[in-house]
Every structure is written in structure tokens, then in C-alpha cells.
């Protein structure tokens, strides 16, 4: 399911739609398309290839969760520059002026119209379409955990991570720890760092926890996703499946 169109690309996809696996996968930073309409907001080609942009290897690894855990998957299909589709429309990294180091001239004299325009043709699509997912699958008596998969880069603003992995969670914290806990082959933190939380996961909070769903979030190190990404999923399917059973 591609819907809606803005430009060229859809706002959204979703895979499998009927999965029948215990879990529901989305990656909001998916893709750095910047459709026709949007323009390239000012960028350089450098930052539309950064992290800034969107996160790399992040949708290959949720298709290959998704494909072994048979889960359903809603991915956005335009840069989070635009919209960051894991951001309330009225934070300041929903439509960032500067992402990093990155400036984004495009975004520096958004009008309200300007921001509702894209909240509307973005953000809001997107969301409602997850929602009608997970209450379907609900109505049906389908047990469901949510998960969102982001990647991170190994330096950022000059200091280097040597983490792998970071499960972070919003009110529930049962399934994020349970998973932590067991991905012992992976050096992992469980919400760190907090400034990271601060500003994310607006998913979780806004779709997982006034459901009562189990939720986590999976950050991967995107320089291991280049290195070995089938093998990362490999590993982490079988953790993902022990850890929703469990919670």
C-alpha cells in the first residue's frame, strides 16, 4: 500500500499489511526523497546523503525484521527534513532550521501556513494510517507490540560511539528492557543517551501507550548495518520474538 502521492513519491508505504506476527515495525526515517514539490529545501548534496536526512540501512533493516517476524510495516517515503514523521508538528525538529551540523535553508522562513501544509499532507497521513492498523489488528484479537527501527551514526559532533545497539521506550518499559537484556551479543544501552529521548519517540508515545502496547525502539549503529545487515537482523529476529512472547 503506497498513499498518498506528494510529488513523485508516496508519503507512506506499508508492507505485509497482513502480517500475522506479533508485532507491528515502523521506520519514520526511511527514505531522503525529496519529492518535486518540497524541493531540496536549500541542501547540499552532502546533507541529503547524511544522517541529517534520514537514517541509512534503517528501512533494510526493518524489511528484514518484518519479513522474519511476519510483521506488518509502515515506513515514511520522504525526508525527515520535510517532516520528521517522529516529531509532534510543533517541535522545532519536526522542520529543523540546522539537523547537526547540517543548515536547512528551506525550513528557516516557514510560515504557519507553510507548516500546516505540510502537516497535512505529511504527518497526518502517516499517522492516521498506522492508527488504523493497530486498531484492526486489535478489533481482530491479534496481540501486538510495537517496534520502530532507526539508525545512528558511530561519530556524532566529533565523539565517537562504541554502543551497537539502543532500546529506548516511553511508558512501558516491559518489552525495551526484556530485549536489552537479551541481546548480550551486542554492546547495547537501554534509553541513553537521554537527550536523544528528549526529543524522540513520538510514535511510541503518541501510538503504543495509550493502547497499553508493548513498545520499544531499536537505534542500530549504522556503520554495522553496512558492514553485515542481513546478519544483524539474523541475530536480532529470534531476540525480538523471545522478548514480545515474553512480555
Not at 150 to 178: C, I, K, M, Q, W
Not at 210 to 237: F, T, Y
Request: aromatic share 4%; charged share 20%.
Amino acid at each position: 500500500m503506497d498513499a498518498p502521492v506528494s510529488g513523485l513519491a508516496p508519503v507512506f508505504s506499508i508492507e505485509n499489511e497482513a502480517g500475522r506476527g506479533a508485532a507491528v515495525i515502523v521506520c519514520e526515517h526511511a527514505s531522503n526523497h525529496f519529492a518535486p514539490e518540497w524541493g531540496d529545501l536549500g541542501t547540499t548534496a552532502k546533507t541529503r546523503k547524511s544522517h541529517a536526512a534520514f537514517d541509512p540501512g534503517a528501512l533494510d533493516l526493518a524489511r528484514a525484521l518484518a519479513r522474519q517476524l511476519d510483521a506488518p510495516l509502515i515506513s515514511g517515503g520522504l525526508s525527515r527534513l520535510i517532516h520528521d514523521l517522529d516529531r509532534p508538528p510543533h517541535a522545532p525538529t519536526a522542520m529543523p532550521i540546522v539537523s547537526q551540523v547540517h543548515k536547512i535553508p528551506g525550513n528557516r522562513e516557514l510560515t504557519t501556513t507553510d507548516r500546516l501544509r505540510r502537516v497535512r499532507q505529511i504527518y497526518l497521513p502517516f499517522h492516521a494510517a498506522l492508527s488504523a492498523l493497530l486498531a484492526e489488528r486489535l478489533a481482530l484479537g491479534m496481540p501486538t507490540a510495537l517496534l520502530t527501527v532507526h539508525s545512528f551514526d558511530p561519530v556524532y559532533f566529533g565523539l565517537h560511539h562504541n554502543v551497537e545497539l539502543r532500546v529506548l521506550h516511553d511508558a512501558d518499559p516491559t518489552l525495551a528492557r526484556g530485549l536489552a537484556k537479551a541481546a548480550t551479543g551486542f554492546s547495547t544501552r537501554l534509553n541513553e543517551p537521554s537527550g536523544t529521548w528528549i526529543e524522540g519517540s513520538h510514535t511510541l508515545a503518541r501510538h503504543a501507550t495509550p493502547l497499553h502496547l508493548r513498545h520499544a525502539m531499536l537505534e542500530l549503529r549504522s556503520d554495522l548495518l553496512d558492514k553485515d545487515l542481513p546478519g544483524i537482523a539474523a541475530r536480532l529476529a529470534p531476540l525480538l520474538s523471545g522478548a514480545i512472547g515474553a512480555a
